[in-house]
């Protein structure tokens, strides 16, 4: 079973911050990577998406991807307390369909 | 439709009914996925659609479980004599056929509690 690890925290960050969420998978032929937002009681909502190494920018949002370490993170900067919320890294087989989650980090942005 | 619609929202069962869960994807995409999740959890992939067929069922966790998809667009979850450890919520989600972009849209989910 291809695994996605993630700290379940709470990470808690203060208004206005920077908030750094990081994700480890353990198939190295991984090929796309996905970064989820999902609120108490609510389905997944996609982010953004990276499949090539280095930094990917949307508005307050980073992605950042480092294949050889097998590493993935999510920056939100000007952290707000809407971004209150689990955010689930997800990967994507390289050559086939299959996604596989790992079990959320969830932040809380105190005001 | 404009998102993925998932019917019923809510569903409560006694320990050994059968259910069915229904999912009525983004119009035009051809790969359908069922997930389920439970409380503090990811989403646990069951089993994937690429049209009608099952690309892949090896998520399925026993043959209590079945999903069906006749006609390439509305997929059907069908779970027999349920346990009470099959209450989680069950999310449909489809995508665009493939690429390097595809991405997973998901539905509201359906809630399924066996008492």
């Known amino acids: 079973q291809k695994e996605v690890e993630q700290n379940s925290g709470p990470l808690s960050v203060p208004e206005g911050a920077i908030a750094s969420l990081n994700c480890t998978y353990s198939?190295?032929?991984?090929?796309?990577f996905f970064w989820y937002r999902q609120y108490s009681g609510k389905s997944p909502e996609l982010i953004m998406f990276i499949y090539s190494n280095g930094d990917k920018e949307d508005g307050r949002f980073t992605a950042q991807l480092n294949k050889a370490s097998q590493y993935v993170s999510l920056l939100i900067r000007d952290s707000q307390p809407s971004d209150s919320a689990t955010y689930l890294c997800a990967v994507r087989e390289y050559n086939f369909n299959k996604f596989y989650f790992g079990s959320g980090t969830k932040l809380n942005v105190k005001p | 439709g404009a998102g993925v619609s998932q019917t019923p929202s809510n569903k409560v069962t006694e320990k050994g009914k059968y259910v069915e869960l229904r999912c009525d994807p983004i119009?035009?995409?051809?790969?359908l996925y069922w997930y389920r999740q439970s409380l503090g959890q990811g989403p646990e992939f069951l089993i994937y659609?690429?049209?009608?067929?099952?690309?892949?069922d090896s998520g399925l966790p026993n043959d209590r479980f079945f999903a069906v998809r006749p006609e390439g667009s509305v997929s059907t979850l069908k779970i027999q004599r349920t346990e009470r450890g099959d209450s989680a919520v069950y999310l449909c989600a489809s995508s665009p056929g493939g690429g390097q972009d595809l991405v997973l849209t998901f539905g509201a989910g359906s809630r399924l509690t066996v008492l």
């Open positions: 119009s035009g995409h051809t790969a």
């Open positions: 659609f690429q049209g009608t067929g099952a690309a892949d």
């Open positions: 198939d190295r032929g991984s090929q796309s």
